[in-house]
């Protein structure tokens, strides 16, 4: 029996190919995005001023309950909820390479093109980021700090450093290329979480490397009072979206834009 052109198979890969990338990769990204910056730097701030009230309001809250456990949980949310925050940074980066003026109402619109994917990504990402707060206050209760000596206060950041790690590291891995896949293309979060997976595993040293510089540009922000992260998250979220593009073969799937290839 013939089948309905709704009943036919889908032929496409269970997921997306990637391609093999060199060491210097990332700095590559690093560079494309502070290129993207300096041609939206409006924008950019605007989404970065954002990005560090946030960083404010979570230190605020944890300093007013004085929980040093809660305080590191909510501030590694900026790891688990950085890649949603960044949709409408990759919305900047597809405006610039069709060669359009960057606008925040057209950022906004072109984000919400994936929302239901999104936000389900982004209801697994909140999931993983409370269990982690969980953690860090149960780290607290077990190994107190409340008297800082140097062997209580090594052996709590040891601790907790370890089990942020993993954390880290889970969630660095299905979120590096899915949420621009599913902003680029017409998939679904599976897809997205299998497609980063696989290329990860793939390129283990360049995204490693990729990671430190995420993690150093995050502790920038943290040594300057988060005020350096009113650039550098913006141009993370920039680079994050020309690493994709540079990585990813998505070509199978139906684009949600008209964009040139990746140089």
Same mark, same amino acid.
């Given at each position: 029996?013939?089948?309905?052109?709704?009943?036919?198979?889908?032929?496409?890969? =269970?997921?997306?190919?990637?391609?093999?990338?060199? &060491?210097?990769?990332? /700095?590559?990204?690093?560079? *494309?995005? #502070?290129?993207?910056?300096?041609?939206?730097?409006?924008?950019?701030?605007?989404?970065?001023?954002? +990005?560090? @009230?946030?960083?404010?309001?979570?230190? !605020? !809250?944890?300093? #007013?309950?004085?929980?040093?456990?809660?305080?590191?949980?909510?501030? $590694?949310? =900026?790891?688990? @909820?950085?890649?949603?925050?960044?949709?409408?940074?990759?919305?900047?980066?597809?405006?610039?390479?069709?060669?359009?003026?960057?606008?925040?109402?057209?950022?906004?619109?072109?984000?919400?093109?994936?929302?239901?994917?999104? /936000?389900?990504?982004?209801?697994?990402?909140?999931?993983?980021?409370?269990? #982690?707060?969980?953690?860090?206050?149960? +780290?607290?209760?077990? %190994?107190?700090?409340?008297?800082?000596?140097?062997?209580?206060?090594?052996?709590?950041?040891?601790?907790? $450093?370890?089990?942020?790690?993993? =954390?880290?590291?889970?969630?660095?891995?299905?979120?590096? =290329?899915?949420?621009?896949?599913?902003?680029?293309? *017409?998939?679904?979060?599976?897809?997205?979480?299998?497609?980063?997976? &696989?290329?990860?595993?793939? &390129? *283990?040293?360049?995204?490693?490397?990729?990671?430190?510089?995420?993690? !150093?540009?995050?502790?920038?922000?943290?040594?300057? !009072? %988060?005020?350096? /992260?009113?650039?550098?998250?913006?141009?993370?979220?920039?680079?994050?979206?020309?690493?994709?593009?540079?990585?990813?073969?998505?070509?199978? #799937?139906?684009?949600?834009?008209?964009?040139?290839?990746?140089?």
């Amino acid at each position: 029996m013939r089948q309905s052109p709704h009943q036919q198979e889908d032929t496409r890969p =269970f997921v997306a190919p990637c391609r093999t990338i060199d &060491n210097a990769a990332p /700095l590559r990204w690093l560079h *494309k995005g #502070w290129t993207d910056f300096l041609a939206a730097p409006g924008a950019s701030l605007v989404y970065g001023a954002i +990005m560090v @009230l946030v960083s404010y309001l979570i230190t !605020a !809250a944890a300093w #007013w309950f004085g929980n040093m456990g809660l305080y590191l949980g909510l501030l $590694s949310g =900026f790891v688990f @909820l950085g890649p949603l925050l960044a949709l409408n940074l990759y919305a900047i980066s597809i405006q610039l390479q069709q060669g359009r003026r960057p606008s925040l109402s057209q950022s906004l619109s072109q984000a919400r093109s994936c929302f239901g994917d999104a /936000l389900t990504f982004t209801v697994i990402l909140v999931v993983v980021f409370l269990v #982690w707060a969980r953690a860090a206050n149960l +780290m607290y209760i077990f %190994y107190p700090v409340n008297e800082w000596h140097l062997e209580n206060v090594l052996l709590f950041f040891g601790v907790g $450093s370890s089990v942020g790690a993993l =954390f880290c590291a889970i969630v660095f891995i299905v979120s590096t =290329f899915s949420l621009p896949m599913i902003m680029d293309r *017409k998939t679904d979060m599976v897809t997205g979480v299998i497609t980063s997976t &696989n290329a990860v595993l793939r &390129n *283990k040293f360049p995204l490693f490397l990729w990671a430190c510089l995420i993690g !150093a540009c995050l502790l920038v922000g943290l040594l300057t !009072a %988060y005020l350096g /992260l009113l650039v550098l998250l913006p141009v993370l979220g920039y680079a994050t979206w020309h690493g994709y593009r540079e990585v990813i073969d998505a070509r199978e #799937w139906s684009s949600r834009f008209d964009l040139p290839e990746e140089p």
